[in-house]
């Protein structure tokens, strides 16, 4: 009974490892979003004292860290405002609420970003699990993960920290 077990879990394994590869098609996030922190002339970098005196303790831990809140204790996850939300490290538009849905995770949820060029992917294989990390393409902060379990049109849930972000409520009216 125990080889049999060990067997299966062998054989599970090594489908899975496989199915990640070494490097080649497989581990390219299948969305077409970059995967390396981009060139760009606005990039914001600092030290690790700059980024601790600009943030708070929450937002250090997340965003230079890749920390997680607990789930339905941000800010964010039940704001229903109209508005953008924006990186709480270097202030890029983010995500617009437009395109915000309740996932029922407990954080705030997205189906995509404001565009593209906003964030970079980078594939997250930490607790075991095989996940795509999301980072902001001016700052390089961590904002969360994105999975293919989202709504139309996209199918994607960006699932973000509410201590990441920040966010400004459209003016009435325009």
Known sequence: MIAVTLGAAAVA??????RLG????????PWGFQ???????????????????????????????DGTEPA?????????????????G???????????FDSGTGWPSFFQPINKDAVWLHMDTSFGMVRWEVRCSKCDGHLGHVFDDGPAPTHLRFCMNSDAM???????GK
């Open 22 to 29: 070494s490097g080649g098609a497989e581990t390219k996030n």
């Open 72 to 88: 339905f204790c941000g800010r964010f996850f039940d704001n229903h405002l109209t508005g953008t939300y924006y990186c709480a």
């Open 13 to 18: 394994l090594g489908a899975f490892t496989f």
């Open 90 to 100: 270097c202030g890029q538009a983010l995500f617009r609420s437009d395109a915000k």
């Open 166 to 172: 920040t966010f400004k409520e459209d003016e009435k």
């Open 35 to 65: 995967q390396e922190s981009p060139k760009r002339e606005d990039k914001l970098v600092l030290t690790d004292d700059e980024w601790k005196a600009r943030l708070t303790p929450s937002q250090y831990k997340i965003l230079r860290h």
